[in-house]
């Protein structure tokens, strides 16, 4: 059995999620390396669903019975956890939404519809890169046909880098926003962060990003990369689906106005008029993903009692592994960096001629579960020449052993097409 330096005990880890003893295709053992996709929830995340739904579940902020206290206890305890856990100044400036995509579009908004000096127009210019996930392209680009503001993006490096060679051209003093993604979902690429804002901040652009791919795997501190806004989703961090997160400093919450409207957003409502609530329930309408939010709550709990440095040392190792097997196999290409350096812990790669695709099937047939297909970055894939890619993503339950059994599948594959 492989041994790496800085391994999480994997063996014990593994007990707390169910789904990674399944045997499928004719008792084949689950080789779940799609990740980046969506992570798996241990039995805490399981248990704490449960339980809210069995004893205390009611809508939140609306009643003084005990269910209605309890329930509003739990979800606005999970908004507790979720400042802590990304070292943000205050609980106020977290916003549970139901993913990144609608954080990010909230963003969106928000600046299409704000006064000055916020505001996007025909005068202004929005700045994303060329390795954005779809959530954090196609908002950007309706907010652009909407206000008639200009859209630009950086470019990408033959070894999938930014090119911030002309970063100066790019964001301008006509910059009002810089949207960019802090790990890529598809290169793995880990974004230098510092220079990108500090160019926003030298024009006084605002700075959004995206840290869905970040989140689950490294220490996030939202004060230490100085952004404005940081987007993330739970449901990749052993969360359960349909909970996001925005958080955003408390002087811009309070200054730009709400994207959607409804009940508990309010302060007062006649019918001329409203007045919105303070931040964050004042982008919050209608009744929250409260069981989502107390799922994600725990699944907190549980990154933080294993240790998100512990996470992040974990996975280096892994995809220093990865990479080194995978350039062993005949034919294989890795899209984006190819060293463990800078670099998270999703691969895309191709192989020789063989599509994807097909790729993907044979590998399921052997219990092994990878992503295919351009990941919602469509652009990324145009920029390398290549149809789509298969991805194998790792987690802190991932063991080399299941990356040598990815190896083994893809020389099997090789051997299928001949």
């Known amino acids: 059995m492989t041994q790496l330096p800085g391994l999480l005990d994997t063996e014990a880890i593994r007990k707390d999620f169910p789904v990674l003893d399944r045997l499928i295709h004719d008792g084949k053992k689950l080789v779940y390396l799609d990740n980046a996709a969506t992570s798996q929830k241990p039995r805490q995340v399981l248990d704490a669903l449960s339980e ?10 609306r009643g003084v019975h005990v269910l209605a206290e309890e329930a509003t206890a739990l979800y606005e305890g999970a908004r507790d956890k979720v400042a802590e856990f990304i070292n943000a100044p205050s609980r106020d400036e977290v916003i549970f939404t139901k993913n990144a995509s609608e954080s990010l579009n909230l ?18 210019e929005i700045v994303i890169t060329e390795m954005e996930h779809h959530s954090n392209i196609v908002p950007w680009q309706l907010l652009a046909q909407r206000t008639g503001a200009k859209l630009k993006w950086f470019g990408l490096t033959d ?20 949207s960019f993604v802090l790990v890529s979902n598809i290169l793995g690429t880990v974004n230098p962060v510092d220079a990108i804002v500090r160019r926003a901040q030298e024009v006084g652009a605002l700075v959004c990003v995206d840290a869905s791919q970040a989140a689950p ?8 990369l100085q952004a404005d806004f940081v987007a993330f989703t739970g449901h990749k961090m052993c969360g359960p689906t349909g909970i996001g997160v925005l958080w955003g400093r408390q002087e811009l919450l309070e200054d730009l106005p709400p994207f959607l409207g409804g009940g508990e957003m309010i ?14 329930h004042k982008f919050e309408a209608g009744t929250p993903p409260i069981a989502q939010a107390v799922g994600l709550g725990a699944a907190i709990d549980y990154l933080n009692a294993i240790g998100m440095d512990k996470i992040l040392a974990h996975e280096h190792a892994l995809t220093e592994y990865a990479v080194k097997r995978l350039l062993e196999v005949p ?37 092994i579960a990878v992503r295919v297909g351009h990941h919602c970055a469509r652009p990324v894939c145009l920029r390398y020449g290549i149809p789509a890619t298969t991805r194998a993503s790792f987690y802190l339950y ?11 599948g893809l020389e099997h594959v090789r051997n299928f097409f001949g």
């Open 217 to 224: 795997h490294m220490p996030l501190d939202v004060q230490a």
């Open 52 to 61: 809210y739904y069995e004893r205390y579940n009611a809508n939140v902020h």
């Open 331 to 367: 034919e294989l290409r890795i899209i984006g960096p190819t060293t463990a350096e800078d670099r998270g812990a999703a691969i895309s790669f191709t192989l020789g001629d063989i599509h994807p695709h097909d790729v993907g099937q044979v590998l399921d047939e052997q219990g």
């Open 107 to 124: 963003v969106a908004n928000m600046l299409g519809w704000a006064d000055e000096p916020y505001r996007v127009d025909s005068d202004t």
């Open 267 to 280: 302060e007062t409502v006649s019918m001329h008029s409203s007045t919105y609530a303070p931040a964050p």
């Open 159 to 178: 070894d999938g880098r930014l090119d911030l060679s002309n970063i100066d051209e790019i964001i301008t003093e006509k910059t009002k926003i810089v």
């Open 398 to 408: 991932s063991t080399p052993a299941e990356i040598d059994a990815l190896v083994d």
